[in-house]
């Protein structure tokens, strides 16, 4: 049993379904199908019952959501307790997160303009799924994220942003493909097709059939080009694609990019002098890109 498992297990439990935990947690229905009948071949029991209602765990599944959240908490402890260490050790340093679709406005300007003006402060920065960024500042593995992940505040109480930019997607379809003689789409042209797509949220307002995941940029774009699939991606992530068509919805598909942290976790000097960058950065430069 993993953290990744114990994860999975408690967003089928909190949802009652597979689907729509997949849909949470930005990952295909069958990795956590395959997550959880590992966890089953592990213990060798039944964990759960399918009813018309959905998904409910057996006697033995609720023995082991038990524990996965003790694993949870004790795993956070643990990262609480070796930050410390490290902290009293070392100069502070932060950690980014951006995901797989907005990193490309902030590189090189964004980050240049703050090396510029805090030559002294070190950084790194990971790419990683949206669902993953809140995650990451929850459990204090990075101390910011660009996400364009939609935060409910009754759901997110603990964490921070600030607006950074809005992100239009569009859709990118073969030269071949039927699609390409249209001005631009309806929801309706698209729902009965398969897509190709990052490892990240569905920037669609309804379901879509996505056999493909793939993290590869290149090769979602040789992917559309050659018509085995479509995309949707944001406009200025693919304005080079010249061998494919890119077409927007009659209503706009949009999202807001924000910076966010965690208001409950401690935070260093270090922290706060980025933070004041964030606040005066002229964001117009993002929206222009």
């Known amino acids: 049993m993993n953290l990744k498992q114990a994860q999975y ?21 069958t990795v956590i199908s395959r997550s959880l009948r590992d966890l089953e071949e592990e213990f060798n029991a039944t964990l759960f019952k399918r009813t018309r209602t959905g998904i409910s765990l057996t006697e033995a599944g609720e023995i082991v959501r038990e524990y996965c959240c ?3 908490a004790s795993y956070t402890l ?26 490309v406005r902030f590189f090189p300007e964004f980050f240049s303009c703050f090396q510029k003006e805090c030559p002294n402060i070190k950084y790194t920065i990971e790419e990683m799924s949206a ?26 109480e603990d964490i921070m942003k600030i607006f950074l930019h809005t992100l239009e997607s569009v859709v990118c379809v073969s030269k071949d493909d039927p699609l390409s003689k249209e ?17 990240s949220r569905n ?77 005066k950065y002229d964001t117009a430069k993002l929206a222009e890109y």
């Open 9 to 29: 297990l408690e967003a089928v439990c909190k949802t009652g379904s597979i689907s729509v935990a997949a849909m949470e947690l930005y990952v295909s229905r």
């Open 70 to 72: 003790q694993l949870q």
């Open 78 to 103: 643990v990262k609480d307790k070796v930050n410390e260490l490290s902290f009293e050790k070392a100069p502070p340093r932060l950690k980014f997160a951006v995901t797989v679709t907005t990193g």
């Open 131 to 156: 669902y993953d960024t809140i995650e990451s500042i929850r459990n204090g593995r990075v101390d910011f994220a660009i996400t364009p992940v939609i935060l409910q505040e009754e759901d997110h």
């Open 183 to 199: 001005k631009c789409l309806t929801r309706k042209q698209v729902k009965d097709r398969e897509f190709v797509t990052p490892a």
């Open 203 to 279: 920037p669609l307002d309804f379901p879509i059939k996505i056999p493909m995941r793939i993290n590869q940029i290149d090769l979602i774009h040789r992917i559309v080009a050659s018509g085995m699939a479509i995309t949707v991606l944001p406009a200025d992530y693919v304005k080079d694609w010249d061998d494919v068509v890119r077409l927007h919805f009659q209503e706009p598909v949009v999202s807001d990019v924000n910076i966010i942290w965690n208001k409950n976790a401690p935070h260093s000097g270090t922290f706060y002098r980025f933070l004041s960058f964030v606040k």
